[in-house]
């Protein structure tokens, strides 16, 4: 699973300009079962999904689809993360 940490490359009101087809973007993912969490980072520099368990191949062609980054409003680090513990709510996301 991935931290894919988004920093603006752009002022606000252009994040704001994109924003419309960068959450359509996000609703394709968590319907396709690929994103766990989401949200903007306060301050608001930028913004952090959490996927499901996926490959770091899966985590960019995903993220090559964002309008933010075809559009360089942002940029993306991913962070791979082996969770080791958990709550029990999210046993079912890590079943085999």
Not at 64 to 73: C, L, S, T
Not at 78 to 95: G, Y
Request: charged share 25%; net charge negative; aromatic share 10%.
């Amino acid at each position: 699973m991935f931290l894919l940490l988004s920093r603006y490359l752009k002022p606000l009101d252009e994040v704001e300009r994109w924003l419309p087809e960068h959450r359509a973007f996000l609703d394709r993912h968590y319907a396709a079962g690929e994103f766990l969490v989401s949200g903007p980072l306060e301050p608001r520099t930028g913004g952090a999904i959490v996927t499901f368990p996926m490959t770091r191949a899966r985590a960019e062609a995903i993220l090559a689809e964002d309008p933010f980054v075809r559009e360089g409003v942002s940029a993306y680090q991913l962070v791979e993360l082996r969770p080791t513990k958990r709550h029990a709510v999210l046993d079912a996301v890590f079943a085999d």
